[in-house]
């Protein structure tokens, strides 16, 4: 997904499974598909970002999916990639490599946002956790894209397992494996492998996780001479399944989208191969952006839509917040290559003991903040069991009917407290479970735990307490310590038609207030 440039290695034998490394090529069409996949997500945010400044849809309603869709075509790529680079590259090395490749340009675009911010007089607080990508670690991420970057990160701790355990020659094997595992997961636990913020030990299992997995076979797809002219016709199609699927059967979407991809990618590589396409240094160029332009697109489209009169019409603004992270992603896209390829140069010159450090560190903090987020899970387990028996008599009350949450809140002890605040920042069904994430706040100097009791359906649906750090959110409530953030995924089979869902916010005294959303 985030290489400078894209390189194959042509084989000797095009039927040998394991790819050697004679001759590097640049394979432009796998360049123009990253460009391609980096326009589909600025596509999808810009229409999402101007449906929330103007009130108009007319744009979601058409590329609310490209986001998706893009995101799942970069994993594609980068499991082709990955793949590649485990044939010749040593584990330290690779994962050397990697962390160069993703974090140096990640937090300079933090920071540029940050110093932004604190200009125009609103400022941002970066939270630590946010800077060290790690599965389960926050999701209070200032650019707000970078729920894509621990996925990668973990793809490629899975692949330096890989090389490390010298099982490269297996790693056809292990790819498919790791596609049916996916596919197994996803159909007996759906619930614990949607969303996009999953803690490390389901991500691997994740239904994003499936366009890499099986990007991994691309090279011995394409060696073994499997990719023809009826490929990308074949991708088409489960395309528009896939989009066939969408509300009738998400796992059976997603998994199409996933396929579909990797088909794309292998058709590219397999092109790029045979030379069959001239070069568009442009576009080309553009791939070379592409993880530039992912990072900094979100903040220049929110700083268009409120900038921007609403004098302007719309569709000018539209345009606008496509055109303009482009440009912006020039600029950043040139910086990102001259770090990557600087500091690449000093990272090979160094030799082992730096590699080794590097990847000791990032190990260490894997561990540790994996630790830290597999604890909070246990304290929210035994928050939901000690609110349990609460839960069951406003239940009682309630009767099914969530507009009397209030009134069975009362029923139950508990008083209403109009100094605890909160909001919900998403929420949204999942294969058997609801998803939601947001956060509460004591806003008295006493700083009460609380508990977040979540209701949808009329039915109480599973409780949570807030380990999340969202420090934008404490500089707002003037609160010393800033885990006021919850995200989690319940288990709740039951459906119904109405699409508000409401959250309990309890203190330790009883106190509590009540905030709402809608359930997409």
């Given at each position: 997904m985030n290489d400078s440039t894209l390189k194959m290695s042509l084989p000797a034998d095009p039927h040998d499974a394991v790819v050697k490394r004679p001759r590097p090529i640049t394979i432009y069409p796998l360049q123009y598909l990253r460009a391609f996949a980096a326009f589909c997500v600025v596509l999808c945010h810009a229409s999402y970002y101007v449906m929330q400044s103007r009130g108009d849809d007319a744009m979601w309603q058409i590329f609310a999916r490209a986001g998706t869709f893009g995101v799942v075509l970069f994993f594609a790529i980068s499991g082709f990639l990955m793949a590649e680079l485990a044939t010749n590259t040593p584990p330290l090395k690779f994962l050397a490599h990697r962390l160069i490749r993703i974090y140096p340009i990640y937090w300079l675009c933090v920071f540029s946002v940050v110093a932004f911010s604190h200009l125009g007089g609103s400022p941002i607080l970066p939270d630590l956790l946010s800077l060290l990508l790690v599965p389960g670690g926050t999701q209070a991420y200032v650019l707000g894209v970078e729920w894509t970057l621990p996925f990668e990160l973990t793809f490629y701790l899975i692949v330096f397992a890989i090389i490390t355990m010298r099982l490269r020659r297996l790693l056809p094997i292990i790819a498919i494996a790791w596609v049916a595992l996916i596919e197994i997961f996803l159909w007996t636990k759906p619930g614990l492998q949607q969303g996009q913020f999953p803690f490390l030990l389901n991500l691997p299992l994740s239904q994003f996780s499936l366009a890499f997995a099986a990007g991994l076979l691309v090279p011995f797809m394409v060696g073994r001479g499997l990719i023809g002219p009826a490929t990308p016709l074949i991708a088409l199609a489960m395309l528009g399944c896939s989009e066939a699927m969408n509300g009738i059967s998400s796992i059976l979407s997603s998994v199409l989208m996933g396929l579909g991809c990797v088909l794309f990618v292998a058709t590219a590589v397999n092109a790029g191969r045979e030379g069959t396409l001239h070069p568009r240094r442009s576009l080309a160029a553009l791939g070379d952006w592409s993880y530039a332009l992912y990072l900094v697109h979100v903040p220049v489209i929110r700083a268009l839509c409120s900038i921007i009169p609403t004098s302007i019409p719309i569709m000018t603004l539209w345009f606008a917040a496509i055109s303009v992270p482009i440009a912006v992603a020039?600029?950043?896209?040139?910086?990102?290559?001259?770090?990557?390829?600087?500091?690449?140069?000093?990272?090979?010159?160094?030799?082992?003991?730096?590699?080794f450090g590097l990847a000791m560190c990032f190990l260490l903090t894997v561990a540790g903040v994996a630790a830290y987020s597999y604890i909070n899970v246990f304290r929210a387990k035994a928050a939901a069991a000690d609110v349990a028996p609460m839960a069951r008599r406003i239940d009682a009350v309630m009767k099914g009917d969530l507009s009397r949450l209030s009134e069975a809140a009362n029923a139950a002890g508990?008083?209403?407290?109009?100094?605890?605040?909160?909001?919900?920042?998403?929420?949204?069904?999942?294969?058997?479970?609801?998803?939601?994430?947001?956060?509460?706040?004591?806003?008295?100097?006493?700083?009460?735990?609380?508990?977040?009791?979540?209701?949808?359906?009329?039915?109480?649906a599973g409780a949570s307490l807030t380990p999340e750090r969202r420090p934008d959110v404490a500089s707002v409530v003037h609160s010393e310590n800033s885990n006021l953030g919850f995200s989690i995924t319940l288990p709740f089979a039951r459906r119904c038609d109405a699409h508000d869902a409401k959250a309990l916010l309890v203190a330790g005294d009883g106190s509590y207030a009540v905030i709402e959303t809608e359930m997409h």
């Open positions: 020039v600029l950043f896209g040139k910086i990102d290559l001259w770090m990557y390829k600087a500091l690449k140069s000093r990272v090979d010159r160094s030799g082992h003991a730096l590699h508990l008083r209403f407290d109009d100094t605890i605040k909160g909001y919900f920042d998403n929420a949204y069904l999942t294969q058997g479970g609801i998803h939601t994430e947001g956060w509460a706040a004591d806003t008295t100097p006493a700083r009460r735990e609380l508990h977040v009791l979540f209701f949808y359906c009329g039915r109480y």
